[in-house]
């Protein structure tokens, strides 16, 4: 398989790049949002705290998903978005399960 400016290899370089650039936006941006929310009772200022956190956590989301449109082009940001969305199932699904006391 040999498709326009790449190889099979670079191509499946290209994807695995993607899919694994976008899993760490979300552990990123999900493991940011969990300290934040561990934090938030025992904060005196939880408002600056949420509002610091999600600035903080989007611009890097959206940095990370910038070089990634910049390298990989239309493919790769799907493929991102697809690795984000795989890791916030997981935490969802985890931060969701019956926990048995």
């Known amino acids: 398989m040999h498709t326009e400016g790449g190889t099979m290899t ?11 650039g976008g899993a760490a936006i979300g552990v ?7 300290l934040t929310t561990k934090r938030f009772a ?3 200022h939880a408002i600056r705290l949420v509002l610091g956190s999600f600035l903080a956590r989007s611009l890097v989301a959206l940095a ?4 990634i449109i910049r390298l990989a082009g239309f493919t790769g940001i799907m493929l991102s ?19 048995i006391p």
């Open 42 to 44: 025992d904060s005196p």
């Open 10 to 20: 670079s191509d499946l370089l290209m994807i695995a790049g993607s899919v694994l």
């Open 81 to 99: 978005v697809l690795g984000f969305g795989l890791v916030q199932l997981v935490v969802l699904v985890r931060s969701t399960r019956r926990r």
């Open 64 to 67: 990370g998903f910038f070089v």
């Open 28 to 34: 990123l941006f999900f493991g940011g949002l969990l």
